[in-house]
């Protein structure tokens, strides 16, 4: 049988990812494999029409497909996008109908969960026979457990493409709606209270509904409200992977964007995100955006802002956009003051929750109120605590020195009357009938402190 690996790799051959993919084809050799760095050649790949055919036609006289891709801020690089982005603008989404396929991402597991539903997406819209997902860790190949994990996958696929195997689609084809936004006059304007607040967009399209959205949005506030195009900015490529900016934060592009996001975003109070989806996700280029900010590493730069959305297009029935939504503001310990959409289809009630959006978002900035986080953000902060302070410290010096200096280090807690409490506990339940008197009085005692805070307060 004849493979496609579609190598999503900013970092080419050399990219952890791909190497997971040679070890399936040394361990099962007897197949075709023809290999493409889309995400690393992006730029020839859309100007060149015959290397951008050639990859097609390959993907035709082809079995199978292996998506390989790192995952980057919660799904996969943006020259990735970009890539599945032509295809669709382009009308090729047929040289993939009937082929099958399979996702093959490294990651530490932050979000690499969203990462394979997109993508799963991507391929059920492409008709495509997706067959599984391999979410591996960036070592795991390193140790025998992790080899013999991805000998059995390979073979299952392999095996599933022989046998000809109909997997059951996840994603229904996406509804298209050609309602258009009125936006309605906002009567009661708001005191931005001396608060910073900024739409960051990508959109080129001024009569679109995000840019009408955008505009009721602005004129909700008495005073000033910033709009940032990210297509003024001069910003010279996505994320690459290098890894320069872990010393000190410096990107190595040398173009105005770490500016940009330092002089214009970072000192924002409230920061407003407009887009418009486009093919399963936010567009290439916003999502370049989120890529490129990763020259601040793993420091919560959002901590104690006011994070907003404006989504134009079929966000309902991409279900996984919520976690990147939540899930990009709570780990970075910003607020999520709302999301509004367009397609609800309703003029009225866009008006309503975007004015409703602008006065919380004051409202809460004002309190510097940020509501407690979920698993989200709670979960992703554990990750990046873990891994800075272990196997990442000597590439993220400057993730390294921010954690500890504002104590994020938490463990082992010092707390030690709480260490002494339950060793004592934990030798006295022991006793059956220490344990059983223990576990029948532990369903009052744990709300005895809450019960004096209500009456106190």
């Given at each position: 049988m004849r493979f496609i690996i579609l190598n999503g790799s900013p970092k080419g051959d050399t990219g952890v990812t791909i190497q997971y993919v040679k070890f399936i084809q040394k361990h099962y050799p007897h197949h075709d494999y023809v290999y493409y760095n889309i995400s690393s050649r992006i730029k020839t790949i859309e100007s060149n029409?015959?290397?951008?055919?050639?990859?097609?036609?390959?993907?035709?006289?082809?079995?199978?497909?292996?998506?390989?891709?790192?995952?980057?801020?919660?799904?996969?690089?943006?020259?990735?996008?970009?890539?599945?982005?032509?295809?669709?603008?382009?009308?090729?989404?047929?040289?993939?109908?009937?082929?099958?396929?399979?996702?093959?991402?490294?990651?530490?597991?932050?979000?690499?969960?969203?990462?394979?539903?997109?993508?799963?997406?991507?391929?059920?819209?492409?008709?495509?026979?997706?067959?599984?997902?391999?979410?591996?860790?960036?070592?795991?190949?390193?140790?025998?457990?992790?080899?013999?994990?991805?000998?059995?996958?390979?073979?299952?696929?392999?095996?599933?493409?022989?046998?000809?195997?109909?997997?059951?689609?996840?994603?229904?084809?996406?509804?298209?709606?050609?309602?258009?936004?009125?936006?309605?006059?906002?009567?009661?304007?708001?005191?931005?209270?001396?608060?910073?607040?900024?739409?960051?967009?990508?959109?080129?399209?001024?009569?679109?509904?995000?840019?009408?959205?955008?505009?009721?949005?602005?004129?909700?506030?008495?005073?000033?409200?910033?709009?940032?195009?990210?297509?003024?900015?001069?910003?010279?490529?996505?994320?690459?992977?290098?890894?320069?900016?872990?010393?000190?934060?410096?990107c190595m592009y040398k173009d105005s964007f770490s500016d940009f996001y330092r002089s214009k975003v970072l000192p924002a109070d409230i920061v407003v995100f407009a887009t418009e989806l486009s093919h399963r996700n936010v567009s290439s280029k916003f999502k370049e955006f989120f890529d490129r900010r990763f020259f601040m590493n793993h420091a919560p730069d959002m901590r104690g802002k006011q994070i907003a959305f404006l989504v134009s297009g079929p966000t309902s029935q991409m279900p996984y956009m919520y976690d990147f939504f939540e899930g990009s503001i709570e780990w970075q310990n910003g607020n999520l003051s709302g999301i509004v959409r367009d397609d609800t289809g309703d003029s009225d009630d866009i008006n309503r929750n975007i004015q409703h959006l602008a006065e919380s978002a004051v409202i809460f900035s004002t309190a510097g109120y940020c509501r407690p986080q979920t698993f989200l953000g709670v979960g992703g902060a554990k990750i990046f605590r873990d891994d800075v302070w272990g196997k990442l410290r000597f590439v993220f010096h400057a993730d390294y020195k921010y954690y500890k200096k504002n104590k994020l280090f938490d463990f082992p807690h010092n707390k030690y009357q709480s260490r002494v409490f339950n060793s004592i506990i934990r030798l006295l339940t022991k006793s059956p009938r220490f344990r059983h008197k223990f576990y029948e009085k532990i369903k009052t005692e744990q709300s005895k402190s809450h019960r004096k805070i209500m009456k106190k307060y």
């Open positions: 029409s015959k290397l951008f055919h050639n990859i097609l036609s390959d993907i035709k006289s082809s079995d199978g497909i292996i998506w390989a891709t790192p995952v980057y801020t919660l799904f996969v690089p943006a020259q990735y996008m970009k890539f599945i982005e032509l295809i669709h603008e382009r009308n090729e989404g047929h040289c993939f109908k009937g082929k099958y396929a399979t996702v093959i991402s490294t990651s530490i597991h932050f979000y690499d969960h969203t990462a394979h539903r997109y993508m799963n997406a991507v391929c059920d819209d492409l008709d495509m026979n997706y067959i599984d997902y391999f979410s591996a860790g960036m070592d795991d190949i390193l140790n025998n457990t992790g080899r013999t994990r991805l000998r059995t996958f390979a073979e299952n696929f392999l095996n599933s493409v022989k046998k000809k195997v109909k997997p059951q689609k996840r994603y229904k084809p996406v509804k298209e709606n050609n309602f258009r936004f009125i936006p309605g006059d906002a009567i009661d304007k708001i005191n931005g209270r001396d608060k910073k607040i900024i739409i960051v967009t990508d959109t080129k399209n001024h009569n679109s509904n995000i840019a009408r959205m955008i505009k009721r949005f602005s004129e909700s506030f008495s005073g000033s409200v910033d709009l940032l195009n990210l297509w003024d900015v001069t910003i010279k490529g996505g994320c690459t992977g290098c890894l320069k900016c872990g010393y000190d934060n410096s």
